[in-house]
């Protein structure tokens, strides 16, 4: 099994910061890539950012001048770091994981529960 917990979530007024955080638990022997990907009211869920274990990354071209993905591969944690947040922001952030499991081997893509991000006029 293989357990992500997401955290850093709240309310913010705009033009202020958040920075969610990512971590990976349990029978990982390799984690590929983490992302992070977000879904408000009525629409769908669409990817934020990604990033690889050797630090290739993709954004989403509308947030890629505020938000910053970052991986601590020594601690299995993926964050972003958004600024200058805009009520549009505002949606469930989902923490997403492309792992390498063991017992047996076998590739896994894990999800997070989300955390809310909500951002005030």
């Known amino acids: 099994q293989v357990q992500l917990v997401e955290s850093g979530g709240g309310l913010v007024q705009a033009g202020g910061s958040l920075r969610l955080s990512c971590a990976a638990s349990?029978?990982?022997?390799?984690?590929?890539?983490m992302a992070w990907y977000r879904q408000a009211p009525g629409k769908q869920r669409e990817l934020v950012a990604r990033?690889?274990?050797?630090?290739?990354?993709n954004y989403a071209d509308s947030l890629k001048d505020r938000f910053t993905i970052s991986i601590d591969n020594a601690k299995n944690t993926v964050y972003l770091q958004m600024n200058s947040l805009k009520p549009e922001d505002t949606a469930d952030y989902y923490c997403?994981?492309?792992?390498?499991?063991?017992?047996?081997?076998?590739?896994?893509?894990?999800w997070g529960q989300g955390t809310l991000v909500t951002v005030s006029s």
């Open positions: 997403n994981a492309a792992v390498i499991a063991t017992g047996p081997t076998r590739y896994l893509e894990v």
């Open positions: 349990g029978r990982i022997f390799r984690l590929n890539a």
């Open positions: 990033i690889s274990s050797g630090g290739t990354t």
